[in-house]
């Protein structure tokens, strides 16, 4: 089946660091691949996607590319501010709807 | 414009207990799942929609009902709780573009 791995954390930075948070995946056919965001006591956001292989996403200074050729699609951004402290999801969508399949989730810290 | 709303935001319940987490969106999406998250698993699918009247299950179905008789509306019914449903409860809706959005959670706790 489909799967997504990411990860560990938690990944505590200092304020302007570059952040780099790995994503790969495994998946029949063509995924979609997305990264989540979720800020403390809130719901998950969309942050950017990526529908075909090559493709990059961006958003907020956030970027993320889809490569077939090593199934990953890892974040990043190159100076991370304390407002970017959230819990970061990697998620794909395959076969259908119903096909969505969440990584378990990085914590990212970032200190002043 | 409202989005994903859900209601309530905490709740405790004794084991045994029943009660229903509402959800509702105003996007006119047709799909919409109700998702469980703890610790160090992420995201595990309980129930999903493709469309009013149209309910399917998702990876972790038992104990919960659900039913879509509107396109707003897309409730979770915990039948008889139990502490393994002590969770954050998270409803989404979502166009066929499969982004999915999601409401602000309710969390959980079952004594």
């Known amino acids: 089946g489909n799967s997504v791995t990411q990860m560990e954390g938690p990944v505590t930075l200092s304020e302007e660091a570059f952040l780099t948070i790995n994503c790969t995946y495994t998946a029949t056919g063509y995924p979609s691949l997305f990264w989540y965001v979720q800020y403390p006591g809130e719901g998950l956001q969309l942050l950017l996607k990526?529908?075909?292989?090559?493709d990059k996403g961006s958003n907020k200074g956030f970027e993320a590319t889809y490569r077939k050729e090593t199934t990953s699609f890892h974040l990043e951004k190159g100076s991370v501010q304390v407002s970017d402290s959230a819990v970061y999801f990697c998620a794909l969508s395959a076969g259908g709807y119903q096909k969505v399949t969440f990584g378990t989730g990085t914590k990212l810290q970032v200190i002043p | 414009n409202a989005g994903v709303t859900q209601t309530p935001k905490f709740q405790v319940l004794k084991t045994g207990q029943s009660m229903t987490l509402q959800c509702a969106q105003d996007?006119?999406?047709?799909?919409m799942s109700w998702y469980r998250q703890d610790p160090g698993m992420g995201l595990r699918l309980i129930h999903y929609s493709v469309g009013a009247g149209i309910t399917d299950q998702g990876e972790v179905p038992n104990g919960y009902n659900v039913s879509r008789s509107t396109t707003e509306d897309f409730p979770l019914r915990l039948l008889s709780a139990a502490p393994s449903q002590t969770s954050v409860y998270f409803c989404?809706?979502?166009?066929?573009?499969?982004?999915?959005?999601f409401g602000p959670g309710t969390r959980l706790t079952v004594t």
């Open positions: 996007m006119n999406h047709e799909y």
């Open positions: 990526a529908t075909k292989a090559d």
């Open positions: 989404a809706s979502s166009s066929a573009a499969y982004e999915q959005y």
